[in-house]
């Protein structure tokens, strides 16, 4: 199997990406719960995980080789900085998981704009890259999965903040 750099270096890039993210997460969640706040959504939280690590595994087993879409690439470099938009609007409210205070939602940046626009990101990562890697079957079949997923996320998350309200 032939390794492309450019491949090599935008898998490496997700990776390291989602890996500062999850410890980001973990702190502001550990933060977050030390002030009250309540996690919502935790069963299926392993299951996200599993996705997105799923996801992670195929753009490495079939795109390590590829040659990268240039077009694809300039979308997700826009999406990138969608990405750091939404996560300074948030600041120390950025989690990968569920969790609710009684503060008041935040409405500036993207949220002005869109009710979950860290979810509207993660429907177009999910397609984007392994468009990017010239892989539209793995972006098929992730963007269902995905899909799947958010159905029941994001109807726990409503349901979370309605409680809060």
Do not use: C, D
Request: no cysteine; charged share 15%.
């Amino acid at each position: 199997m032939s390794v492309s750099l450019p491949a090599l270096i935008l898998l490496i890039f997700l990776v390291v990406q989602r890996l500062f993210e999850l410890a980001l997460s973990r702190r502001n969640t550990r933060r977050l719960l030390a002030k009250g706040a309540s996690e919502y959504g935790a069963a299926h939280y392993p299951y996200m995980i599993a996705l997105h690590g799923a996801w992670l595994a195929a753009l490495v087993w079939f795109g390590i080789g590829q040659a990268l879409s240039l077009p694809w690439l300039a979308v997700f470099v826009v999406l990138q900085a969608l990405r750091v938009w939404i996560i300074v609007s948030l600041g120390g409210r950025w989690t990968t998981r569920i969790i609710v205070s009684p503060e008041p939602l935040v409405t500036r940046g993207p949220f002005a704009r869109a009710r979950h626009p860290n979810y509207l990101l993660v429907i177009a990562e999910i397609l984007t890259v392994p468009m990017i890697l010239g892989l539209p079957t793995v972006a098929a079949i992730f963007s269902a999965l995905n899909a799947a997923m958010l159905t029941v996320r994001i109807g726990a998350e409503e349901e979370a903040l309605a409680r809060w309200r």
